[in-house]
């Protein structure tokens, strides 16, 4: 059973950094796109970033353009989100995402809260 667990959120002073984890467990994620969604108090939840299956191919939300890097470690099974310059509307509960048809698979989320 394939499952998603994020980590390395936290508290976070505007302008401070983090990098957020992705791990599979029951499965590998060699094979399938990745995405980073966040859900801010109040919002929908929203695409961030997202990896194709060999890492070459990014994209970002305009909102993090310039600021945050996306990347992936296949022998490691990981993705990871570095956060840079961040702001106090990137405070938003950030999950990953697999699609393997016809399912959605999520993981917990991991906090970030980016205040002074």
């Known amino acids: 059973q394939l499952q998603l667990v994020e980590s390395g959120g936290g508290l976070v002073q505007p302008g401070g950094s983090l990098r957020l984890s992705c791990a599979a467990t029951?499965?590998?994620?060699?094979?399938?796109?990745i995405g980073w969604f966040r859900q801010a108090p109040g919002k929908e939840r929203e695409v961030v970033s997202c990896?194709?299956?060999?890492?070459?191919?990014?994209d970002y939300a305009d909102s993090v353009k310039g600021r945050f890097t996306i990347s992936r470690d296949n022998a490691k099974s990981t993705v990871y989100l570095q956060m840079n310059s961040l702001k106090p509307e990137d405070t938003a509960v950030y999950y990953c995402?697999?699609?393997?048809?016809?399912?959605?698979?999520w993981g917990q989320g991991t906090q970030v809260t980016v205040s002074s």
């Open positions: 029951g499965s590998t994620l060699d094979y399938y796109a």
């Open positions: 990896i194709t299956t060999n890492g070459h191919g990014t």
């Open positions: 995402h697999l699609f393997i048809h016809p399912y959605n698979y």
